[in-house]
């Protein structure tokens, strides 16, 4: 792409949005002038002395010129104005680390993420989004970080229980974990009510689980890892996300979706 749009511009395209650069007019003017006026000087002083006809005169004269103008002198003016162009300079852009997801339990009581987040900022760790669970024992915190590149989750998790935080995971994400979680919600519902049938695909995504299809995979699973979700026409679907209980407010919102679906289904009959 580099070499094509050099190519095309004859290597006069500003290197930051590849058009080509817009200075002063006055600048380009003068620029021009300087440029033009010598090679203009010696042409005419060499058709003078050559006293060639005058029609021959003429046609060198303009021809040599334009071609002058356009392939020698158009570009080396661009050239020699490269720092009159209209974009800036940009300063190499400083990468946002590597992000991860934290998800821990905390008591249900004040200073408790504080002391979290205090663990964290030594860590120079940056807190990009989170989501707040209610449970029995306590919340259910869900946490995006951003942390320098060097950064092991062990040392994640360590100082978050450090700071009182207990059933700790941490494991890493992309961008896509800070799409906020209301339009996520939205956006899949949406999808299910234009299609009933992608209720299970919906439910998987909002929760970040999987779909389980063999009950026999069911067998060692903790109670509180798996999900059932009334199903419009199988009678359940059942997700599973090992290490990781549902909390009520998941559950709730995968009820949700499964009576979106029901609604949706029984209007298109």
């Not at 094509?4 to 290597?11: E, I, K, N, P, S």
């Not at 996520?184 to 209720?199: I, M, N, Q």
Request: charged residues 20%.
């Amino acid at each position: 792409m580099e070499s094509l749009r050099t190519t095309l511009t004859g290597g006069t395209a500003c290197d930051v949005c590849g058009r080509l650069p817009h200075p002063r007019r006055l600048r380009l003017t003068l620029a021009k002038l300087v440029a033009i006026a010598p090679v203009e000087l010696a042409l005419h002083a060499v058709v003078l002395a050559a006293h060639p006809p005058y029609l021959v005169s003429v046609a060198v004269l303009a021809s040599v010129t334009t071609a002058l103008v356009i392939w020698v002198v158009e570009p080396s003016t661009m050239r020699l104005l490269s720092s009159w162009l209209h974009a800036p300079k940009i300063r190499p852009r400083q990468g946002i680390g590597t992000l991860w997801r934290i998800r821990v339990t905390l008591d249900d009581r004040a200073g408790s993420l504080e002391s979290v987040t205090r663990r964290l900022a030594v860590l120079d760790a940056n807190i990009l989004g989170l989501h707040v669970h209610p449970i029995d024992d306590g919340v259910r915190d869900e946490l995006v970080v951003s942390t320098p590149d060097e950064l092991t989750a062990a040392e994640l998790e360590d100082a978050v229980e450090a700071a009182g935080g207990r059933d700790t995971h941490v494991w890493p994400t992309t961008a896509l974990a800070l799409v906020d979680g209301q339009t996520k919600a939205l956006s899949l519902s949406a999808r299910v009510v234009a299609d009933p049938a992608e209720l299970p695909h919906a439910v998987a995504e909002l929760l970040g689980a999987r779909l389980v299809t063999d009950r026999a995979a069911l067998a060692g699973q903790l109670p509180g890892d798996l999900l059932k979700v009334p199903s419009p026409w199988t009678g359940l679907f059942v997700f599973s996300r090992p290490g990781e209980p549902f909390t009520p407010a998941e559950s709730a919102r995968a009820h949700r979706l499964a009576e979106l679906a029901e609604a949706a289904q029984t209007i298109s009959r």
